[in-house]
């Protein structure tokens, strides 16, 4: 069964790429040593999922792009410089957003390649209320079967 979830893992990551080619990917453990690196400049976090989502677990300083997108592009004053990473469950979501954001004249703009459940596919932590959890939001019953680490508890 592990067999079939990976190669159907590997399938949905593959049909993201096709359909948004344009937009650079970023391996969760490449974001994790620039998050790390404290002498570069930073990237924004955007999480593209529903609040619930995000309250559930996020990313570390990550924002809420949906209802808080807005309140970035006017913080952001037009610096179109600022490097952006924006991830959702899978991918699908934040590579529309990142689109978005390139269209609008964002020039480092990045999407987490598998997102939030290649994170923690890969044994990274993830936060609610500054704290670190194993839980997270599928999105919808079907997605959790593409969550492969044990540890980690779904939360519909």
Known sequence: ?????RVSWQIIKLLIRLQFSEIQQLCPKDLEVWLQNDGISQPLLLD???REEYEVSHLKGAQL???GFENFIKQS???????IVVYCSV???SCQIARKLQSMGYQKVFNLNGSIF????ENRLVYR???PVNTVHPYQKFWQYLLLNENIQVNL
């Open 1 to 5: 069964m592990l067999f079939y979830k």
């Open 48 to 50: 593209a999922r529903t």
């Open 65 to 67: 792009a949906r209802g």
């Open 77 to 83: 004053k037009n610096n179109f410089s600022t490097p």
């Open 91 to 93: 991918g699908y979501r």
């Open 118 to 121: 290649q994170w923690v596919n």
């Open 129 to 131: 209320n500054n704290r």
